[in-house]
């Protein structure tokens, strides 16, 4: 036969005994039994008595456990932070390079600009000071036509038609230099 385990009030209740013939024996199992009783009493006394320290000891564990998932969710928030700042970080130093990159190109462009518009202003400036010469020339020619008498009328207008069109000219280079009379 199998025997169930007792539980803590049960353990010290005496078996019965059956049919007990001798009155000593009704005493003794008396008295376990109020030893027993008396025993299940202070048992549950004692447990009474500990569970306000296990309910201390839980909170306790509690605020730990508590305290150990905050340090770690605020060093896990940290870690991610200073993970974002350096992409951030790393971000802003590509968009600068390419910024840079970009100004540099852009000021290259200007640079070769600038190079192109001096030289053509000193084209311009060459070609302006050749033509004014060679309009000079021109009036110079066209004055000594008029006092010669033996120049025909028709000659004489067609190069004052080339004066004008090298005075026009002229006009438009000093318009492009910017020395615009």
């Known amino acids: ?9 049960q353990q010290f209740a005496p078996e019965p005994a059956g049919d007990l013939p001798d009155p000593v024996l009704q ?11 008396r025993l299940s009493a202070e048992m549950a006394r004692a447990e009474q008595a500990e569970i306000p320290r296990l309910r201390e000891a839980l909170v306790a564990v509690r605020e ?10 605020r060093d896990e928030f940290e870690a991610r932070f200073r993970e974002s700042m350096e992409i951030a970080k790393l971000q ?13 190109e852009e000021r290259t462009r200007l640079r070769q600009e600038l190079t192109a518009a001096r030289r053509t202003a000193n084209d311009v400036s060459a070609e302006l000071l050749s033509k ?5 020339h021109l009036n110079r020619e066209t004055a000594s036509m008029l006092e010669d008498p033996d120049v025909e009328l028709s000659t004489i207008i067609r190069h004052k038609s080339l ?3 090298l005075s026009a000219y002229i006009k438009g ?5 910017g020395k615009a009379e």
């Open 92 to 104: 802003f130093s590509e968009k600068v390079q390419e910024a840079t990159a970009s100004l540099e």
């Open 132 to 136: 004014q010469s060679e309009l000079e």
């Open 1 to 9: 036969m199998t025997s169930v385990p007792k539980t803590a009030p």
């Open 64 to 73: 730990s456990v508590r305290r150990e998932l905050s340090e770690s969710l």
């Open 163 to 165: 004066v004008s069109d």
């Open 173 to 177: 280079l000093q318009y492009q230099s």
């Open 27 to 37: 005493v003794v199992s008396d008295l376990i039994s109020d030893i027993g009783a």
